[in-house]
T-cell receptor, first 116, second 112 residues
Framework: GAVVSQHPSWVICKSGTSVKIECRSLDFQATTMFWYRQFPKQSLMLMATSNEGSKATYEQGVEKDKFLINHASLTLSTLTVTSAHPEDSSFYIC????????????FGQGTRLTVV | AQSVSQHNHHVILSEAASLELGCNYSYGGTVNLFWYVQYPGQHLQLLLKYFSGDPLVKGIKGFEAEFIKSKFSFNLRKPSVQWSDTAEYFCAPNTNAGKSTFGDGTTLTVKP
């Protein structure tokens, strides 16, 4: 149980276009999902907290108009990188917290975004 | 604010050597503790976790970690490393809300 799936696993896009990344909890309901970014050879940095049915909470320094987060259902959150630029190239990882228990969030496999 | 410090940035060991990676955290409330591993080019995998109870927890692949509350530490250990343990290791405490804070990571290189 407790499987979180991200799609796509990797994506290459042209500079200026937008890319949507999906995060799904497959066998549990997630009221809260988290989005992280990992640059090469660096640690994971929390970008935002996504709450079902409400606006996401962004960490300091993260542009909410550039990284659009939608959490429309208890099993799906999406991150859209708008007007992507090469510096947005990174590994994006989501995690989801089971509404039935509060102590752990489960991580997806990540999405590698390359902007050319 | 929650923070975590991993003391070793890069560790190089020979096979069969013992491993200990340090992790200290600071947080004022209840915290749950996790160690994750990331093999080259792959996604995060959970090694072990501590919520409560026995402070010595055992994880996958022979790893274990000890929670020492007085020292705010959760060090990762393995008695005998293998070449296949070469990876990046992250200590990540989280709050009861599920929000994780990751350490900078420790790169472990095991020489065959």
């Amino acid at each position: 149980g407790a499987v979180v799936s991200q799609h796509p696993s990797w994506v290459i896009c042209k500079s200026g276009t937008s890319v949507k990344i999906e995060c799904r909890s497959l066998d549990f309901q997630a009221t809260t999902m988290f989005w992280y970014r990992q640059f090469p050879k660096q640690s994971l940095m929390l970008m935002a907290t996504s709450n079902e049915g409400s606006k996401a909470t962004y960490e300091q320094g993260v542009e909410k108009d550039k990284f659009l987060i939608n959490h429309a259902s208890l099993t799906l959150s999406t991150l859209t990188v708008t007007s992507a630029h090469p510096e947005d190239s990174s590994f994006y990882i989501c995690s989801a917290r089971d509404r039935g228990q509060n102590t752990e969030a489960f991580f997806g496999q990540g999405t590698r975004l390359t902007v050319v | 604010a929650q923070s975590v410090s991993q003391h070793n940035h890069h560790v190089i060991l020979s096979e069969a050597a013992s491993l200990e990676l340090g992790c200290n955290y600071s947080y004022g409330g209840t915290v749950n503790l996790f160690w994750y591993v990331q093999y080259p080019g792959q996604h995060l995998q959970l090694l072990l976790k501590y919520f409560s109870g026995d402070p010595l927890v055992k994880g996958i692949k022979g790893f274990e970690a000890e929670f020492i509350k007085s020292k705010f530490s959760f060090n990762l250990r393995k008695p005998s490393v293998q070449w296949s343990d070469t990876a990046e290791y992250f200590c990540a405490p989280n709050t009861n809300a599920g929000k994780s804070t990751f350490g900078d990571g420790t790169t472990l290189t095991v020489k065959p």
